[in-house]
C-alpha cells in the first residue's frame, strides 16, 4: 500500500485544517503525529468500509476521521486547532494487531500559532 498524507500548513489556534491521505487501496487508515521532541501519538483511524471510527483523547470531538473510498481517500478534519496540535501528521496502513504499521506515508506538518 502506497499512502500520501497532504494538507499541511500554518494554522492559528482555533482555525481548522483538512489533511488527506492518498492510498493505492482501500484500507483500515490511522493517523498518528510527531511534536518536536516528542514520540509519535496515534489520533485517529477508520475501518475500510468507514463503518468504524477510533480516536485520540485529545483528537474526540475537535477531530473528525472520514473516507471516500470511491477515491481510496481518507481525510482528517481537524477544528479547533491549538498550538500542542503542532505536529508532523502521518498516515498508515497495514495494521499488525499488534499495535504497529506496515505502511506510511511522508508525513505532513501542521504548524498552529497562538
Known sequence: VQLQAYGG???QAGGSLRLSCAASSSSFIAWFRQAPGKEREFVA???RNGGSTYYANSARGRFTVSR???KTTVYLQMN???PEDTAVYYCAAGYSGDGSYEYWG???L???SS
Open 106 to 108: 511522508q508525513g505532513t
Open 68 to 70: 471516500d473510498n470511491a
Open 110 to 112: 501542521v504548524t498552529v
Open 9 to 11: 500548513g500554518l494554522v
Open 80 to 82: 479547533s486547532l491549538k
Open 45 to 47: 483511524a477508520i475501518t
